[in-house]
């Protein structure tokens, strides 16, 4: 797995790449850690190249969004693969994310 971040708006864009599983849950979660370090609190992840994510994976996108709402920011998952949101929906959590088809609309969300 791969992680890319671009600042754009005030707004923090985290492009992932590959599965978001056991194996890189622990990667993911520290870079979010290093990014609510820095007090960056609205975040748009691009999963449109995250064809697998597990219940592991799911644990780190709850645990994000969860942080981003106490501290008064936002999230939004762009584009993420029938395969994501197949799991999403089994789980129960698509609604609770906000869910946009562009980086620029998911910008526009969370500015």
Same mark, same amino acid.
């Given at each position: ?39 960056? %609190? ?9 064809? %697998? ?9 709850? %645990? ?48």
């Amino acid at each position: 797995m791969e992680i890319g971040t671009e600042l754009k708006n005030n707004v923090l864009i985290v492009r992932l790449w590959g599965d978001l599983d056991l194996y890189h849950a622990g990667q993911f979660r520290k870079t979010l850690d290093d990014i609510f370090a820095q007090n960056i %609190y609205n975040l748009v992840f691009n999963l449109e190249k995250m064809p %697998y994510i597990d219940s592991s994976g799911i644990g780190v996108l709850v %645990y994000a969004r969860t942080i981003v709402t106490k501290k008064g920011g936002k999230l939004s998952l762009v584009n993420p693969q029938e395969t994501v949101l197949k799991v999403l929906d089994i789980s129960r959590l698509r609604a609770f994310f906000d869910i946009s088809s562009s980086e620029e609309e998911a910008i526009q969300k969370c500015s």
